[in-house]
Protein backbone atom coordinates (compact mmCIF):
# COMPACT_ATOMS: atom_id res chain seq x y z
CA UNK A 1 0.00 0.00 0.00
CA UNK A 2 1.33 3.40 -1.26
CA UNK A 3 1.61 6.00 2.00
CA UNK A 4 -0.26 9.31 1.17
CA UNK A 5 -0.27 12.98 2.40
CA UNK A 6 -2.98 13.59 5.01
CA UNK A 7 -5.84 15.20 3.82
CA UNK A 8 -6.33 18.62 4.50
CA UNK A 9 -2.26 19.34 4.26
CA UNK A 10 -0.37 20.11 1.22
CA UNK A 11 3.56 20.15 0.34
CA UNK A 12 4.93 23.12 -1.02
CA UNK A 13 7.63 22.11 -3.18
CA UNK A 14 10.65 24.06 -4.70
CA UNK A 15 8.97 26.36 -7.61
CA UNK A 16 6.29 27.77 -5.47
CA UNK A 17 8.00 27.77 -2.00
CA UNK A 18 9.76 30.97 -3.47
CA UNK A 19 6.18 32.50 -3.27
CA UNK A 20 5.99 31.36 0.26
CA UNK A 21 9.17 33.28 1.50
CA UNK A 22 8.53 35.96 -1.02
CA UNK A 23 4.78 36.92 1.08
CA UNK A 24 6.69 35.68 4.58
CA UNK A 25 9.53 38.20 4.07
CA UNK A 26 6.72 41.21 3.50
CA UNK A 27 5.42 40.48 6.38
CA UNK A 28 8.03 40.62 8.12
CA UNK A 29 9.49 43.61 6.83
CA UNK A 30 5.74 45.54 7.72
CA UNK A 31 5.82 44.19 11.23
CA UNK A 32 8.84 46.01 11.24
CA UNK A 33 7.89 49.21 10.03
CA UNK A 34 4.55 49.01 12.59
CA UNK A 35 7.40 47.81 15.18
CA UNK A 36 6.13 44.03 16.17
CA UNK A 37 8.62 41.24 17.34
CA UNK A 38 8.79 38.17 15.73
CA UNK A 39 7.61 35.14 19.04
CA UNK A 40 7.54 31.64 18.55
CA UNK A 41 5.49 29.29 20.87
CA UNK A 42 5.95 25.27 20.78
CA UNK A 43 3.26 23.38 17.47
CA UNK A 44 1.78 21.94 20.79
CA UNK A 45 0.20 22.94 24.34
CA UNK A 46 -2.07 21.89 26.79
CA UNK A 47 -5.66 21.36 25.53
CA UNK A 48 -6.56 23.26 28.35
CA UNK A 49 -5.26 26.54 26.98
CA UNK A 50 -7.59 26.28 24.39
CA UNK A 51 -10.64 25.06 26.07
CA UNK A 52 -10.45 28.31 28.11
CA UNK A 53 -8.69 30.39 26.09
CA UNK A 54 -10.95 29.83 22.41
CA UNK A 55 -13.84 29.10 24.75
CA UNK A 56 -15.91 25.68 25.47
CA UNK A 57 -18.45 26.52 22.64
CA UNK A 58 -16.82 27.01 19.82
CA UNK A 59 -16.48 24.58 16.95
CA UNK A 60 -12.70 24.49 17.35
CA UNK A 61 -12.58 23.67 20.26
CA UNK A 62 -16.03 21.16 20.34
CA UNK A 63 -15.05 19.64 16.69
CA UNK A 64 -11.89 20.93 15.13
CA UNK A 65 -9.36 19.61 17.80
CA UNK A 66 -5.76 17.50 17.01
CA UNK A 67 -6.06 16.46 20.64
CA UNK A 68 -3.88 13.72 21.64
CA UNK A 69 -2.37 11.97 25.24
CA UNK A 70 1.14 12.19 25.72
CA UNK A 71 2.85 9.02 26.84
CA UNK A 72 2.61 10.61 29.98
CA UNK A 73 -0.92 10.71 30.30
CA UNK A 74 -1.32 14.59 29.47
CA UNK A 75 -4.24 15.92 27.08
CA UNK A 76 -1.76 17.90 24.41
CA UNK A 77 -3.58 19.81 21.26
CA UNK A 78 -1.83 21.17 18.40
CA UNK A 79 -2.36 24.88 18.55
CA UNK A 80 -5.77 25.48 16.46
CA UNK A 81 -4.85 29.21 16.64
CA UNK A 82 -1.88 31.26 17.58
CA UNK A 83 -4.06 34.19 20.26
CA UNK A 84 -4.15 31.88 23.14
CA UNK A 85 -0.48 30.63 22.84
CA UNK A 86 0.94 34.00 22.53
CA UNK A 87 -1.21 35.31 25.10
CA UNK A 88 0.28 32.23 27.33
CA UNK A 89 3.84 33.14 26.57
CA UNK A 90 3.03 36.87 27.56
CA UNK A 91 1.78 35.63 31.00
CA UNK A 92 4.10 33.27 31.91
CA UNK A 93 7.32 34.99 30.78
CA UNK A 94 6.08 38.60 32.69
CA UNK A 95 6.17 40.13 29.51
CA UNK A 96 3.25 42.65 31.03
CA UNK A 97 6.47 43.57 33.73
CA UNK A 98 8.55 45.40 30.98
CA UNK A 99 8.74 49.39 30.50
CA UNK A 100 7.65 48.46 26.91
CA UNK A 101 4.07 48.50 26.17
CA UNK A 102 1.85 47.77 24.64
CA UNK A 103 3.97 43.79 23.67
CA UNK A 104 3.43 43.94 20.26
CA UNK A 105 4.11 40.74 18.80
CA UNK A 106 4.06 38.97 15.37
CA UNK A 107 4.17 35.10 14.57
CA UNK A 108 3.95 32.66 11.25
CA UNK A 109 3.74 29.21 11.68
CA UNK A 110 1.49 26.20 11.12
CA UNK A 111 -1.96 25.69 12.46
CA UNK A 112 -4.02 22.82 12.64
CA UNK A 113 -7.93 22.07 12.70
CA UNK A 114 -10.03 19.27 11.36
CA UNK A 115 -12.33 20.77 8.70
CA UNK A 116 -13.81 19.48 5.90
CA UNK A 117 -11.00 20.63 3.81
CA UNK A 118 -11.61 22.35 0.55
CA UNK A 119 -10.46 25.65 -1.46
CA UNK A 120 -8.84 27.77 1.09
CA UNK A 121 -9.60 25.47 3.98
CA UNK A 122 -7.07 23.49 5.11
CA UNK A 123 -6.35 21.16 8.27
CA UNK A 124 -2.63 22.47 8.31
CA UNK A 125 -2.58 26.29 7.05
CA UNK A 126 0.15 28.84 7.92
CA UNK A 127 -1.33 31.81 9.39
CA UNK A 128 0.27 34.97 10.38
CA UNK A 129 -0.95 36.77 13.41
CA UNK A 130 -0.26 40.03 15.29
CA UNK A 131 -1.59 40.59 18.61
CA UNK A 132 -1.08 43.98 20.70
CA UNK A 133 -1.45 43.46 24.31
CA UNK A 134 -1.56 46.34 27.04
CA UNK A 135 -3.23 49.01 25.16
CA UNK A 136 -7.02 49.46 24.91
CA UNK A 137 -6.21 52.85 23.05
CA UNK A 138 -8.79 52.60 19.88
CA UNK A 139 -5.79 54.04 18.12
CA UNK A 140 -4.45 50.26 18.06
CA UNK A 141 -7.23 48.60 16.64
CA UNK A 142 -7.27 51.08 13.85
CA UNK A 143 -3.10 50.43 13.59
CA UNK A 144 -3.97 46.29 13.94
CA UNK A 145 -6.13 46.57 10.71
CA UNK A 146 -4.12 49.12 8.84
CA UNK A 147 -0.83 46.60 9.23
CA UNK A 148 -3.08 43.86 7.86
CA UNK A 149 -4.69 46.30 5.03
CA UNK A 150 -0.63 47.12 3.79
CA UNK A 151 0.24 43.69 3.70
CA UNK A 152 -2.25 42.63 1.27
CA UNK A 153 -1.97 46.36 -0.89
CA UNK A 154 1.98 45.97 -0.42
CA UNK A 155 1.14 42.63 -2.36
CA UNK A 156 -1.00 43.70 -4.86
CA UNK A 157 -4.51 42.88 -3.88
CA UNK A 158 -7.31 45.59 -4.73
CA UNK A 159 -10.55 43.67 -4.85
CA UNK A 160 -10.46 43.62 -0.84
CA UNK A 161 -13.21 44.33 1.80
CA UNK A 162 -13.58 45.17 5.28
CA UNK A 163 -16.01 44.51 7.21
CA UNK A 164 -15.66 45.81 11.29
CA UNK A 165 -18.35 45.38 14.14
CA UNK A 166 -18.39 46.01 17.72
CA UNK A 167 -18.93 43.50 20.30
CA UNK A 168 -19.30 45.71 23.07
CA UNK A 169 -18.01 45.73 26.64
CA UNK A 170 -19.47 42.78 28.94
CA UNK A 171 -22.47 44.94 30.23
CA UNK A 172 -23.72 45.20 26.44
CA UNK A 173 -22.89 41.67 25.49
CA UNK A 174 -25.16 40.83 28.31
CA UNK A 175 -27.76 43.04 27.23
CA UNK A 176 -27.72 42.09 23.32
CA UNK A 177 -27.48 38.43 24.85
CA UNK A 178 -31.14 38.88 26.51
CA UNK A 179 -32.05 40.70 23.80
CA UNK A 180 -31.41 37.60 21.28
CA UNK A 181 -32.49 34.74 23.91
CA UNK A 182 -35.84 36.56 24.02
CA UNK A 183 -35.87 36.60 20.37
CA UNK A 184 -34.84 33.51 19.15
CA UNK A 185 -36.54 31.06 21.94
CA UNK A 186 -39.98 31.08 20.70
CA UNK A 187 -38.49 29.51 17.59
CA UNK A 188 -36.01 27.60 18.39
CA UNK A 189 -36.93 24.29 17.24
CA UNK A 190 -36.83 25.91 13.14
CA UNK A 191 -32.92 26.04 13.83
CA UNK A 192 -30.36 23.22 13.58
CA UNK A 193 -29.09 21.07 16.92
CA UNK A 194 -25.72 23.58 17.14
CA UNK A 195 -27.93 27.08 17.40
CA UNK A 196 -30.48 25.19 19.73
CA UNK A 197 -27.62 23.95 22.05
CA UNK A 198 -25.94 28.10 21.03
CA UNK A 199 -29.23 29.39 22.47
CA UNK A 200 -28.41 29.20 26.18
CA UNK A 201 -24.38 28.70 25.74
CA UNK A 202 -23.44 31.83 23.52
CA UNK A 203 -26.85 33.04 21.39
CA UNK A 204 -24.48 34.70 19.54
CA UNK A 205 -23.04 32.46 17.73
CA UNK A 206 -26.43 31.23 16.19
CA UNK A 207 -25.84 34.88 13.90
CA UNK A 208 -22.83 32.88 12.57
CA UNK A 209 -24.84 29.80 11.98
CA UNK A 210 -23.74 28.09 7.82
CA UNK A 211 -26.59 26.07 7.89
CA UNK A 212 -29.47 28.91 9.06
CA UNK A 213 -28.34 32.15 7.59
CA UNK A 214 -31.27 32.19 5.72
CA UNK A 215 -33.69 31.86 8.71
CA UNK A 216 -35.97 34.96 8.64
CA UNK A 217 -34.67 35.30 12.22
CA UNK A 218 -31.08 35.98 11.59
CA UNK A 219 -31.74 38.76 9.46
CA UNK A 220 -34.63 40.49 12.24
CA UNK A 221 -32.51 39.56 15.36
CA UNK A 222 -31.42 43.04 17.22
CA UNK A 223 -28.25 44.30 16.27
CA UNK A 224 -25.66 44.19 18.94
CA UNK A 225 -25.12 48.23 17.63
CA UNK A 226 -28.08 48.78 19.59
CA UNK A 227 -27.30 47.50 22.70
CA UNK A 228 -24.00 48.92 23.26
CA UNK A 229 -23.90 51.64 26.49
CA UNK A 230 -21.84 54.78 26.07
CA UNK A 231 -18.04 53.11 26.81
CA UNK A 232 -18.39 50.67 24.12
CA UNK A 233 -20.22 52.68 21.46
CA UNK A 234 -17.61 55.92 22.08
CA UNK A 235 -15.05 53.55 21.91
CA UNK A 236 -16.22 52.56 18.65
CA UNK A 237 -16.68 55.68 17.13
CA UNK A 238 -13.42 56.43 17.54
CA UNK A 239 -12.23 53.38 15.54
CA UNK A 240 -14.31 53.91 12.99
CA UNK A 241 -12.87 57.81 13.20
CA UNK A 242 -9.03 57.07 13.04
CA UNK A 243 -9.81 54.49 9.95
CA UNK A 244 -11.54 56.81 8.01
CA UNK A 245 -8.55 59.38 8.91
CA UNK A 246 -5.98 57.19 7.52
CA UNK A 247 -7.95 56.32 4.54
CA UNK A 248 -9.13 52.93 5.36
CA UNK A 249 -12.18 52.08 3.93
CA UNK A 250 -15.09 50.21 5.76
CA UNK A 251 -18.47 48.50 5.99
CA UNK A 252 -20.05 48.08 9.38
CA UNK A 253 -22.07 44.25 9.97
CA UNK A 254 -23.49 44.08 12.86
CA UNK A 255 -24.06 39.88 11.99
CA UNK A 256 -20.74 40.21 12.21
CA UNK A 257 -19.46 38.24 15.01
CA UNK A 258 -16.33 35.69 14.67
CA UNK A 259 -16.08 32.15 15.71
CA UNK A 260 -14.04 32.50 18.66
CA UNK A 261 -15.01 33.17 22.23
CA UNK A 262 -12.72 35.52 23.32
CA UNK A 263 -13.72 38.75 21.25
CA UNK A 264 -15.31 41.95 23.14
CA UNK A 265 -15.18 45.54 21.23
CA UNK A 266 -13.70 45.91 17.65
CA UNK A 267 -14.02 42.87 15.75
CA UNK A 268 -13.15 42.31 12.02
CA UNK A 269 -12.74 40.60 8.68
CA UNK A 270 -11.30 41.61 5.48
CA UNK A 271 -13.03 39.97 2.43
CA UNK A 272 -11.87 39.25 -1.12
CA UNK A 273 -14.48 40.03 -3.65
CA UNK A 274 -12.54 38.78 -6.33
CA UNK A 275 -14.19 36.43 -8.65
CA UNK A 276 -12.86 33.15 -8.38
CA UNK A 277 -11.27 33.23 -5.01
CA UNK A 278 -14.03 30.69 -4.24
CA UNK A 279 -16.85 29.82 -1.35
CA UNK A 280 -14.61 31.52 1.33
CA UNK A 281 -14.48 35.12 1.23
CA UNK A 282 -12.74 35.79 4.09
CA UNK A 283 -9.08 35.98 3.90
CA UNK A 284 -8.04 37.23 7.65
CA UNK A 285 -10.36 37.73 10.85
CA UNK A 286 -9.56 39.39 14.18
CA UNK A 287 -10.31 41.77 17.15
CA UNK A 288 -10.55 42.55 20.67
CA UNK A 289 -9.93 40.38 23.41
CA UNK A 290 -9.64 42.44 26.99
CA UNK A 291 -10.72 39.03 29.43
CA UNK A 292 -8.51 36.85 27.56
CA UNK A 293 -4.99 37.75 29.53
CA UNK A 294 -7.06 37.01 32.83
CA UNK A 295 -8.80 34.15 31.67
CA UNK A 296 -5.58 32.79 30.99
CA UNK A 297 -4.09 33.67 34.32
CA UNK A 298 -2.34 36.94 33.77
CA UNK A 299 -2.94 40.34 35.32
CA UNK A 300 -6.28 42.06 33.52
CA UNK A 301 -4.67 43.43 30.37
CA UNK A 302 -6.28 44.47 27.22
CA UNK A 303 -5.57 42.86 23.53
CA UNK A 304 -6.51 42.97 20.24
CA UNK A 305 -4.91 41.23 17.14
CA UNK A 306 -6.00 39.50 14.02
CA UNK A 307 -4.56 36.28 11.78
CA UNK A 308 -4.66 35.17 8.26
CA UNK A 309 -3.28 32.28 5.78
CA UNK A 310 -1.05 32.33 3.63
CA UNK A 311 -2.98 29.66 1.91
CA UNK A 312 -6.04 31.95 1.16
CA UNK A 313 -3.75 34.53 0.62
CA UNK A 314 -2.26 33.11 -2.03
CA UNK A 315 -5.91 31.78 -3.52
CA UNK A 316 -6.50 35.41 -3.15
CA UNK A 317 -3.13 36.95 -5.63
CA UNK A 318 -4.00 33.53 -8.34
CA UNK A 319 -7.71 35.32 -8.22
CA UNK A 320 -6.91 38.64 -8.99
CA UNK A 321 -3.88 37.34 -11.51
CA UNK A 322 -1.22 38.89 -9.24
CA UNK A 323 2.19 37.17 -9.62
CA UNK A 324 4.95 37.49 -7.49
CA UNK A 325 8.23 38.99 -8.42
CA UNK A 326 10.03 36.21 -8.29
CA UNK A 327 13.53 35.54 -9.86
CA UNK A 328 15.29 32.28 -9.78
CA UNK A 329 18.32 32.40 -11.03
CA UNK A 330 21.76 31.63 -10.57
CA UNK A 331 25.49 33.84 -11.06
CA UNK A 332 27.54 30.55 -12.40
CA UNK A 333 26.87 26.89 -13.82
CA UNK A 334 30.47 25.70 -14.16
CA UNK A 335 30.92 22.70 -17.32
CA UNK A 336 34.04 20.50 -16.08
CA UNK A 337 34.97 18.31 -19.19
CA UNK A 338 37.61 15.44 -18.50
CA UNK A 339 38.56 13.97 -15.05
CA UNK A 340 41.54 16.46 -14.39
CA UNK A 341 39.24 19.35 -15.28
CA UNK A 342 36.35 17.74 -13.15
CA UNK A 343 38.72 17.64 -10.06
CA UNK A 344 39.39 21.44 -10.92
CA UNK A 345 35.88 22.11 -10.81
CA UNK A 346 34.90 21.13 -7.48
CA UNK A 347 37.60 23.31 -5.84
CA UNK A 348 36.71 26.07 -8.15
CA UNK A 349 32.97 25.43 -7.32
CA UNK A 350 33.71 26.13 -3.27
CA UNK A 351 35.81 29.29 -4.40
CA UNK A 352 32.68 30.83 -6.13
CA UNK A 353 30.29 29.84 -3.15
CA UNK A 354 32.85 31.26 -0.54
CA UNK A 355 33.33 34.53 -2.65
CA UNK A 356 29.34 35.26 -2.31
CA UNK A 357 27.82 33.82 -6.02
CA UNK A 358 25.39 31.32 -6.37
CA UNK A 359 27.13 28.44 -8.38
CA UNK A 360 26.23 24.66 -9.62
CA UNK A 361 28.27 21.77 -11.21
CA UNK A 362 27.32 18.74 -12.92
CA UNK A 363 27.12 15.76 -10.82
CA UNK A 364 25.50 13.30 -13.41
CA UNK A 365 28.61 13.10 -15.80
CA UNK A 366 26.29 14.80 -18.29
CA UNK A 367 27.53 15.47 -22.12
CA UNK A 368 28.92 19.31 -22.67
CA UNK A 369 25.34 20.24 -24.53
CA UNK A 370 23.19 18.55 -21.87
CA UNK A 371 25.17 20.85 -19.59
CA UNK A 372 24.27 23.98 -21.53
CA UNK A 373 20.33 23.13 -21.34
CA UNK A 374 20.89 22.49 -17.46
CA UNK A 375 22.89 26.00 -17.30
CA UNK A 376 19.57 27.56 -19.33
CA UNK A 377 16.93 25.73 -16.87
CA UNK A 378 18.66 26.99 -14.17
CA UNK A 379 18.36 30.66 -15.94
CA UNK A 380 22.38 31.54 -15.13
CA UNK A 381 24.24 34.84 -16.09
CA UNK A 382 27.59 32.72 -16.70
CA UNK A 383 28.31 29.64 -17.45
CA UNK A 384 32.33 28.87 -17.12
CA UNK A 385 33.94 26.05 -18.92
CA UNK A 386 36.92 24.15 -18.05
CA UNK A 387 37.94 21.41 -20.95
CA UNK A 388 41.26 19.75 -20.66
CA UNK A 389 42.89 22.09 -22.85
CA UNK A 390 41.82 24.97 -20.90
CA UNK A 391 43.31 23.36 -17.94
CA UNK A 392 46.65 22.86 -19.86
CA UNK A 393 46.56 26.98 -20.76
CA UNK A 394 45.47 27.55 -17.05
CA UNK A 395 42.37 29.35 -18.31
CA UNK A 396 38.75 28.84 -18.14
CA UNK A 397 36.07 29.95 -20.77
CA UNK A 398 33.73 32.07 -19.54
CA UNK A 399 30.09 32.82 -21.15
CA UNK A 400 27.91 35.85 -21.14
CA UNK A 401 24.46 34.14 -21.45
CA UNK A 402 22.59 37.85 -21.35
CA UNK A 403 24.87 38.92 -23.95
CA UNK A 404 26.38 35.57 -25.92
CA UNK A 405 29.51 36.83 -25.62
CA UNK A 406 32.56 34.66 -24.48
CA UNK A 407 36.14 34.99 -22.99
CA UNK A 408 39.16 33.11 -21.78
CA UNK A 409 40.67 34.19 -18.33
CA UNK A 410 43.18 32.76 -16.39
CA UNK A 411 42.33 30.38 -13.34
CA UNK A 412 43.58 32.47 -11.23
CA UNK A 413 41.41 35.76 -12.29
CA UNK A 414 38.15 33.62 -12.75
CA UNK A 415 36.57 34.46 -9.09
CA UNK A 416 38.24 38.13 -9.93
CA UNK A 417 36.77 38.45 -13.28
CA UNK A 418 33.00 37.79 -12.15
CA UNK A 419 32.95 40.28 -8.83
CA UNK A 420 34.07 43.26 -11.19
CA UNK A 421 31.39 42.00 -13.87
CA UNK A 422 28.66 41.49 -11.15
P1 LIG B 1 -9.88 32.75 12.74
O1 LIG B 1 -10.94 33.61 12.13
O2 LIG B 1 -10.28 31.44 13.28
O3 LIG B 1 -9.21 33.65 13.85
O4 LIG B 1 -8.74 32.52 11.69
C1 LIG B 1 -8.06 33.60 11.11
C2 LIG B 1 -7.68 33.31 9.69
O5 LIG B 1 -6.97 32.07 9.61
C3 LIG B 1 -8.84 33.13 8.72
O6 LIG B 1 -9.37 34.36 8.31
C4 LIG B 1 -8.14 32.42 7.59
O7 LIG B 1 -7.32 33.30 6.84
C5 LIG B 1 -7.21 31.49 8.36
N1 LIG B 1 -7.80 30.15 8.50
C6 LIG B 1 -8.58 29.69 9.50
N2 LIG B 1 -8.89 28.39 9.31
C7 LIG B 1 -8.29 28.02 8.16
C8 LIG B 1 -8.19 26.78 7.42
N3 LIG B 1 -8.78 25.68 7.87
N4 LIG B 1 -7.47 26.78 6.27
C9 LIG B 1 -6.86 27.89 5.85
N5 LIG B 1 -6.90 29.07 6.48
C10 LIG B 1 -7.60 29.14 7.64
C11 LIG B 1 -8.16 33.26 14.63
O8 LIG B 1 -7.51 32.28 14.44
C12 LIG B 1 -7.79 34.29 15.68
N6 LIG B 1 -6.69 33.72 16.49
C13 LIG B 1 -7.41 35.59 15.05
C14 LIG B 1 -7.01 36.62 16.04
C15 LIG B 1 -5.76 36.99 16.38
N7 LIG B 1 -7.84 37.33 16.79
C16 LIG B 1 -7.14 38.11 17.58
N8 LIG B 1 -5.87 37.91 17.35
Avoid at 8 to 20: N, R
Avoid at 160 to 188: Q, T, Y
Avoid at 298 to 309: D, K, M, Q, V
Avoid at 357 to 367: I, L, N
Wanted: hydrophobic content about 35%; proline content about 4%; charged content about 30%.
Amino acid sequence: MSINIPRGTQDILPGVVEEWQYVEQKMREMCKRYNYSEIRTPIFEQTELFQRGVGETTDIVQKEMYTFEDRGGRSMTLRPEGTAPTVRSFVENKMYGSPNQPTKLFYIGPMFRYERPQAGRWRQFIQFGVEALGSSDPAIDAEVIALAMDIYRELGLKRLKLVINSLGDIESRKAHREALMNHFKPRIGEFCGDCQNRLEKNPMRILDCKKDRDHELIKSAPSILDYLNDESRVFFEKVKTYLTDIGIEFQVDPNLVRGLDYYNHTAFEIMSDAEGFGAITTLMGGGRYNGLVEEIGGPATPGIGFALSIERLLLALKAENISLPIAQELDCYLIALGDQAKDKATSLLYELRKAGFTAEKDYQDRKLKAQFKTADRLNVKFVAVLGEDELVKNVINIKDMSTGTQEEVGISNFIEYLLERS
